[in-house]
């Protein structure tokens, strides 16, 4: 069953559900009934005739709202043979006169009269906030209450008691108007049809539904006796069959939930009155309904007992009865065992009283008349049932609609302070819903605020007490840095009711009282500028919200979300009128001007406010043509040039948009169509701002020389140069303009401003201002404030940046990016002009700007404010990258400068943080697998790898073909690896596109301008990796395996770029320790059983184990420590062996890996696994000594110590399973650490030590094999020459030989004594 549409579905959306309705061939949930067909056959001969011959529309649940009535053309019906219609009748007056539906007499509605309504205004208080009701607070002296009432109603009840002093409720009942919205409803029971009076004698006395409350005075009375004459009449004429029959039929059609509240709203008024008129009903039945009786459940038949035992009461049945012999049982409390007893009769209660809440064991809340045994369901027994269906139903959306009808008290306590429960049901988010709000706090200050209630109270404080300038501008920070946090948080402070259109109202009014310099008491009902910086920041969350800020929508109580705020005309308020003019403070009217640009600038950003611009044209310009006036004086105002450099953002985001194509949308959402929306602005509206524009930029650059006059300028400068590349990305991208057109412009535009500019020598300064001011390269000058808390997030400090900072005063970022992005945008356009251009690649200050940056130093530690200030410089970077990539196509670079391009691209890439994984692709398509980048390539690197090679004195046996051979074929396959990476480090698609939109200028699919949290860059450190790591757990998690081919190819292409990286780029594996690197390798042979034996990829890991195994390497490959992306190396290497066990047939490059570990230095535990767990691995190792890649020595030294490992090795060499023949470097390993064990004579070993040695050397002593016990005793020095591996004692030396003798001596003494 499809169901209702959803808040923000379109038109779209219903189109798609009637054709999936209609595919599925579904019943529909209306029934078209017709009297006959025309041939005069009965088309349902079982359905009653019906009065009139016309079509009618049975609706099985009609909805509690009727249908909204929108007039319609009339519409002229053709009439029946049997039946022709008067010539002279209106077709309409004639279904009107028929028609009997319900929401006929809905059709007129008259608006309620509110003339004479006493309005209560809020009692002063000398609080700040309201006081709060806690549960734990005393309830005595108040009287008890029934009803379902929550304890905030009760306590709002209370007091109003208390403050007017109201009579007993059985004084006044009778006086009192029933509330607003409540009916009552008369029916007849079946049972008690039998028992009626006769239908003619009726003694109807007034109106009791129909009361003209709402209406003007002397009209109420009059319309409500009329109305209640009408329906007397209209009763009068019926027949008794057929107002049962209508009776039945509106009950059908409410709803059953509606129905049941009518009938005990009844039953309530009677109580009522009866109680307050003491008197009895007069003779006779009336049409009301009686109170149902109590529905007793078949398995208990006692009556329901009260919650408090009475001293007469008789005693509690239990279920068991209680022994003293039990614990704590010699006092028995029958109160406290009240809980044990079976549940009380169920009983059909009103819905203004507390009702069980009863839940099957699925979670389906069961109705109240459901007699269901206590092992089928979950009953409470507690006193305040509705809180518990409140937490039960707060993690579901229908929580939105709560179960229980509250009564017209509550809703009218709760609504005065009190949120509403979609609010507190989105409030409780499942990761704070079980954690205090000071626990949250500790983690994030934001969070753990939100989780307070805070918002509301904010709003409290703004709306009614109205407290001074100070505080309101403290508060507007407040919710600024709460906006600030998130897109949660944005749209917490955006839904909260009341805040933003208080906020609008109160301080951004569309008119005010002039005011003077003095300072003002009140802010309210005055413009101010950080109530429009919160609504920008607010759009900056979202593109949705800044529609909804500047769109006025309808607000619909059952959609809050669509709600707008028409912030348009605020724009255009205070955007038309020069700020000083706007009748405020000069200071505030600057910078309200300002921030209205700004919001202005940020809507345009989603392709928004387009229309503004059409209206606001004239007030643009001129604003633009005091630009270059305001520049040219000789000191200009700091808030002038802000509001000149919003302006220019604005323009800069309006050119985009009116350059802008529409994509094709990706689902037929709402938000889809949403962002699919065409721009209001054509290029025709905006062609002509270049020649504004220009001037003022060529006003900017005269003061370039003069350093204290350029950093006054601010960011004029920079949205001078960001426009101009918006302006012509857009030229060249409309269809039906002259190419030549702007070719000529861009020639002009490099001629007479940008080449003169590169030529000046201050901006060199600029270049080499560079360092100093970079995150990475001076980490001290974005370090987190003194005052900075780690659980609070900022962007700064109290005191503001340091000059010499990504953000001061004197950064040369913004204008040199800004400059960058320009010169692409023109090297894009004009493919010309890219050797001019690339003048600006080869400043020394940006040269020594990149040999910075590809230094090893650390990395800055990741904070809000270094993430984003890294993100700046790392735009920069990219973009300086770009051009030298697309001037790299035109012209030939050198081999100095391609080798730095590349570099500092590798770098980059694994440096880039979220939000920037439209660079990272780009990366990956140009610049870090482009061979004009790898001049080693094409300039004898190659060659010079093999010449390395065998100069190499550390290398053992050559495993593989030659170095050079394998770089070589690298080099021709890059297309192949560029697609191989592409495919394994491709990021998450979202994001991807989110950063596309945003850094391309498409302005149509920008979800946000809010920055991701940054926890780490996009990319691992082992990136070159990941292809290899992608195999290994693929093929863990398919049993089957993987296709040949594509792990054939995968793995090819990765170790040939880890092969260049080795080789050419050793700085970009910096990061990735040596250990990891051989953890990564064995991977391959990990995958399945026959990869490694593949010739490719056996000499591309011979070549990278060589690389590992260099002098200058081997020092740094540590097993013992914590390896990144490994949670154990003797995991690792244990399933390493039981690979290579299994499946390695005495392959050489596998024994080879296996043997690495195997080092003395490195853990002994490593070496417990082969030999005591593995032992059969050891027929398998038969790399010969001459290809061992390390030397023989590092096995040797020092003499072994561990005794569990000298027994193995000697259990392995008296068993044969250790033999030369087929293991001959473990051999020679295992045969020198048991001589020198057997020899050794330190005094300070154990007990257990010496016994072990005596046993050990008595035993090689008696061996049998004299080989293997001549090797024991005659062990001299390893020497991976000799075809055993090492050197043997013609003779033993003396004091081993005397040694051995007086061992030799002692077991022949006790073979003696014991015969």
């Given at each position: 069953?499809?169901?209702r549409p959803k808040?923000?579905e ?7 559900f009637?054709?999936?309705?209609l595919?599925?061939?579904a019943a529909?949930a209306?029934?078209l009934v017709?009297k006959?067909s025309?041939s005069g ?13 016309r079509?009618v529309?049975m609706?099985?649940?009609l ?5 909204a009535?929108v ?5 002229r019906a ?9 010539e002279?009748?209106d077709p ?17 509605i008259?608006?309620?009269?509110t003339s004479?309504?006493?309005v ?6 000398g609080?700040?906030f309201?006081p709060v ?19 905030f ?5 209370a007091r ?7 009579p007993?409720?059985g004084a006044?009942a ?8 409540a009916?009552?409803?008369e029916?007849?029971?079946?049972r008690?049809?039998?028992s009626q ?11 009791h539904?129909v009361?003209?409350?709402g209406?003007?005075?002397?009209e109420?009375?009059q319309?409500?006796q ?8 209209r009763?009068?004429a019926?027949a008794p ?6 009776q039945q039929?509106l ?12 009938r005990s709203h009844?039953r309530?008024?009677?109580q009522a009155?009866?109680k ?5 009903r007069?003779g ?6 009686i109170?149902e009786?109590?529905?007793m459940p078949?398995s ?8 408090e035992?009475?001293p ?11 022994q003293?012999e039990?614990l ?16 009380p009769?169920l009983?059909?209660?009103?819905t203004q009283?507390r009702?069980?809440?009863r ?12 007699d269901l ?9 507690g006193e305040?049932a509705e809180?518990l ?8 959306h229908g929580a939105l609609?709560?179960p229980l009808?509250?009564?017209?008290e509550d809703?009218?306590?709760e ?11 989105k409030?409780k988010s499942?990761e704070?819903?079980n954690?205090p709000?000071?626990?949250v706090?500790?983690?994030d200050v934001?969070?753990?605020?939100l989780?307070?209630n805070?918002?509301p109270?904010?709003r409290?404080?703004?709306e ?6 100070s505080?309101?501008?403290d508060?507007l920070?407040v ?12 749209t917490?402070v955006l839904e909260?009711?009341r805040l933003?259109e208080t906020?609008?109202q ?6 005010w009282s002039p ?7 009140s802010l309210?009902?005055?413009p101010?500028a950080p109530a429009?910086?919160l609504l920008?920041v607010l759009?900056s969350?979202?593109?949705?919200i800044?529609?909804?800020l500047?769109?006025?929508i309808?607000r ?5 979300q669509?709600?707008g705020?028409d912030?348009?005309?605020r724009?255009?308020?205070?955007i038309?009128?020069?700020p ?6 000069p200071e505030?009217?600057?910078?309200l001007?300002?921030e209205?640009f700004?919001l202005w ?5 989603y392709g ?11 007030v643009l310009?001129r604003a633009?043509q005091?630009?270059?006036k305001?520049l040219?004086?000789?000191?200009p ?6 509001r000149a450099?919003s302006?220019?953002t604005?323009?800069t985001?309006?050119t985009?948009?009116?350059?802008s194509t ?5 689902s037929d ?9 065409p ?12 020649p504004l524009?220009?001037p003022?930029?060529?006003q900017?650059?005269?003061?370039l020389?003069?350093p204290?006059?350029w950093s006054?300028?601010g960011p004029?400068?920079t949205?001078c140069?960001?426009?101009l ?12 303009l ?6 000529q412009?861009t ?9 003169p ?5 201050a901006?060199?300064r600029?270049w080499?201002?560079?360092g100093?001011?970079?995150?990475h390269?001076n ?5 987190p404030?003194?005052e900075?808390?780690?659980?609070l997030?900022s962007?700064?400090?109290?005191g503001g940046?340091p000059?010499l900072?990504?953000a001061g005063?004197a950064s ?6 800004a400059l960058?992005s ?6 894009w356009i004009h493919k010309?002009l890219?050797?001019q ?5 080869g400043a ?6 990149f ?11 990741l904070?809000?404010f270094s993430?984003w200030a890294l993100?700046?410089?790392?735009h920069l ?9 697309r001037?790299?196509?035109?012209q030939?670079v050198?081999?100095?400068?391609a ?9 980059l890439?694994?440096?880039l943080l979220p939000g920037?994984e ?6 990956l ?6 061979l004009?980048?790898l ?11 093999d010449?390395?090679d065998r100069?190499s004195l550390?290398s053992g046996?050559d ?5 050079g ?6 080099c021709q396959?890059?297309p192949?690896?560029?697609s191989?990476y ?14 596309q939109?945003?850094?391309r200028g498409?302005l149509?699919q920008?979800?946000?301008l809010l920055?991701p ?15 290899l ?7 863990s ?15 090819m292409?990765a170790l040939?770029w880890v092969?260049v990286?080795?080789s050419?780029r050793?700085?970009a594996?910096?990061a990735?320790p ?6 990564r390798?064995?991977?391959?042979f990990l995958v399945?059983?026959?990869l490694?034996?593949e010739?490719?990829?056996q000499h591309l890991?011979?070549?990278l ?11 740094n490959?540590n097993l013992?420590c914590?390896?990144?992306?490994l949670?154990?190396f ?6 390493f062996?039981e690979?290579?066990?299994a ?5 050489h490059?596998?024994g080879a890996?296996v043997?690495l570990?195997l080092?003395?230095?490195f853990?002994?535990?490593l ?5 005591g767990e593995?032992v059969?691995a050891l027929r ?18 020092p003499?072994?110590d561990?005794l569990?490992?000298l027994?193995?090795?000697f259990?392995?060499l ?7 023949r087929w293991?001959?470097?473990l ?6 650490h048991?001589?020198s064990f ?6 300070k ?6 016994a072990?040695r005596?046993?050990?050397l008595?035993?090689?002593w008696?061996l049998a094999d004299k080989?293997?016990?001549q090797?024991l005793?005659h062990y ?9 591996g090492?050197e043997?004692?013609p003779q033993?030396?003396p004091l081993?030989?005397?040694?051995l003798?007086k ?7 006790n073979?003696v004594?014991?015969?």
């Open positions: 069953m499809l169901s808040p923000g379109s038109e779209v959306d219903l189109l798609r009637q054709s999936q309705f595919a599925a061939g529909p209306v029934q017709k006959g025309r056959g009965d088309a349902n001969p079982d359905r009653p005739p019906l009065q009139d011959h079509d529309v609706l099985d649940n909805p509690d709202l009727p249908p009535l007039p319609a053309p009339p519409k053709r009439p029946s043979p049997g039946h022709p219609l008067p002279h009748e309409e007056e004639r279904l009107n006169r028929h028609d009997k539906h319900i929401t006929a007499v809905l059709t007129k008259i608006e309620r009269d004479s309504v006493a209560n205004l809020p009692v002063p208080s609080v700040a309201p009701f806690h549960r734990s607070q005393g309830r005595q002296g108040k009287p008890a209450t029934s009803g379902k009432k929550s304890i109603a009760q306590e709002i009840a109003r008691a208390s403050e007017a002093k109201v007993p409720v006044v009778s006086t009192l108007d029933p509330p607003e919205g009916a009552t409803y029916a007849i029971t079946p008690e049809q039998g009076l006769p239908w003619n004698s009726y003694s109807f006395q007034g109106p539904l009361t003209g409350k209406l003007k005075s002397q109420a009375e319309e409500a009329t109305i209640h004459e009408e329906n007397v009449a009763l009068q019926m069959e057929e107002i049962l029959q209508e039929r009950l059908a059609q409410l709803d059953p939930s509606l129905v049941a509240f009518l009844s309530t008024c009677e009155e009866e307050a008129t003491g008197e009895q007069p006779g039945r009336s049409a009301e309904v109170g009786e109590p529905i078949t208990s038949s006692e009556p329901r007992q009260e919650d035992l009475e007469g009461a008789p005693a509690l049945a239990l279920p068991v009865t209680p003293k039990w704590h049982m010699d006092t028995v409390e029958l109160e406290k065992l009240h809980w044990t007893q079976d549940l009769p009983r059909r209660q009103q009283e009702m069980q809440a839940f099957s064991l699925q979670g389906e809340l069961l109705a109240p008349s459901v045994p206590t092992h089928l369901g979950l009953h409470h027994h305040e809180e269906l409140d937490s039960t139903f707060s993690w579901y609609v709560f009808m509250p009564s017209q809703k009218e306590g609504d005065e302070d009190e949120e509403p429960l979609a609010e507190k049901a409030r499942p704070e819903g954690r709000p000071s626990d706090a500790r983690h934001i969070k753990g605020l989780a307070t805070l918002l109270r904010l409290y404080l703004l009614v007490t109205c407290p001074g300038p505080a309101v501008l508060i920070a919710l600024i840095r709460l906006a600030r946090h998130s897109l949660e948080s944005a917490r909260c009711p933003i906020v609008i109160e301080f951004l009014p569309t008119s005011m003077g310099v003095r300072p003002t008491l309210h009902r005055v101010c429009m910086k920008r759009a969350a979202g593109r949705n800044a529609a909804r500047l769109i006025l309808p619909l109580s059952a959609q809050p669509l709600s705020f912030l348009r005309s724009l255009c308020r205070f038309a009128e020069a000083q003019d706007l009748a405020l403070p505030e009217a600057e910078t001007s300002t209205a700004r600038a940020v809507a345009a950003s928004q406010g387009g229309d503004l611009y059409r209206e606001l044209y004239p310009t633009l005091a630009v270059p305001e040219s004086s000789p000191s105002q700091p808030l002038a040039l802000q450099a302006l220019l604005v323009l985001q309006l985009l948009a009116a350059g529409i994509p094709e949308p990706r959402s709402a938000e889809a169509s949403l962002s699919s929306t721009s209001s602005i054509t290029w025709t509206q905006v062609s002509g701002l270049q524009v220009e003022c930029l060529r900017t650059l005269k003061l020389p003069r204290e006059m006054a300028l004029v400068p949205a140069l960001l426009f590349d918006a302006y012509y990305q857009a030229w060249s991208q409309q269809p039906g002259c190419p030549g057109d702007w070719l412009d020639e002009r535009l490099s001629e007479e401003l940008l080449l500019l590169l030529s000046q020598p901006l060199g600029l080499h201002s560079l100093c001011c970079s995150p390269c980490p001290q000058s974005c370090a404030a003194p900075a808390l780690p659980s997030v962007l700064g400090c109290a940046h000059p900072s990504l005063s040369p970022f913004p204008f040199l990016t960058l320009l010169f692409n945008t023109l090297g010309g890219c050797g251009l690339a003048a600006v690649l020394p200050g940006l040269q020594n700007y040999l910075q940056c590809v230094a090893p130093v650390s990395a800055p530690h904070t809000p993430a993100r700046h410089e790392y970077q990219h973009l300086a990258l770009a051009l030298a990539q001037v790299a196509t035109i030939p050198s081999a100095t400068s080798a730095l391009y590349h570099s500092m691209a590798l770098a890439l694994s440096r920037s439209h660079l990272a692709h780009e990366l398509l140009s610049c870090v697998f482009r004009e980048f001049p080693e390539g094409a300039a004898g690197g190659p060659e010079a790898a010449f390395s100069l550390g046996g495993l593989g073909c030659e170095r051979t394998l770089l070589a074929q690298a396959d890059l192949s690896i560029r191989c592409l495919t394994h480090c491709s990021l998450a698609r979202a994001s991807l596109l989110a950063s939109a945003l850094h498409e149509q920008v979800p946000a920055l949290v940054a926890k780490g860059p996009l990319l691992p450190t082992d990136w070159p990796f990941l292809p790591i992608q195999l290994y757990h693929r093929a998690d398919s049993p089957s395996g993987l296709p040949p081919a594509d792990t054939v190819g995968t793995a292409r040939q092969l990286l080795e050419w050793p700085q594996l910096r990735v040596p250990a990891a690197r051989l953890a390798l064995m991977c391959v399945d059983s026959e490694f034996r010739t490719p990829i890991v011979a070549a184990l060589a690389r590992l195994c260099q002098p200058e390497v081997l020092p490959l013992d914590p390896l990144p992306g949670t154990s003797p995991d690792l290497y244990a399933n062996l690979h290579f066990e499946v390695s047939f005495g392959d490059l596998f890996l043997l570990p080092q003395r230095r853990s002994v535990t070496r417990l696994a082969l030999f593995h059969g398998a190792l038969g790399l010969p000594l001459t290809q061992l890649p390390v030397s023989l020595e590092s096995y040797t030294a003499p072994e561990n569990a490992l027994q193995l090795y259990r392995a008296v068993t044969g399973a250790l033999q030369s293991c001959p470097v051999y020679a390993v295992a045969v020198a048991v001589n057997i020899f050794c004579q330190d005094p070993s154990s007990d257990e030590v010496k072990a005596r046993s050990m008595q035993k090689t008696l080989g293997l016990r090797h005793l001299k020095l390893p020497n991976s020459a000799l075809p055993e090492f043997l004692y033993l030396p081993r030989q005397q040694y003798q061992l030799i001596s002692g077991v022949l003494q073979g004594s014991e015969t």
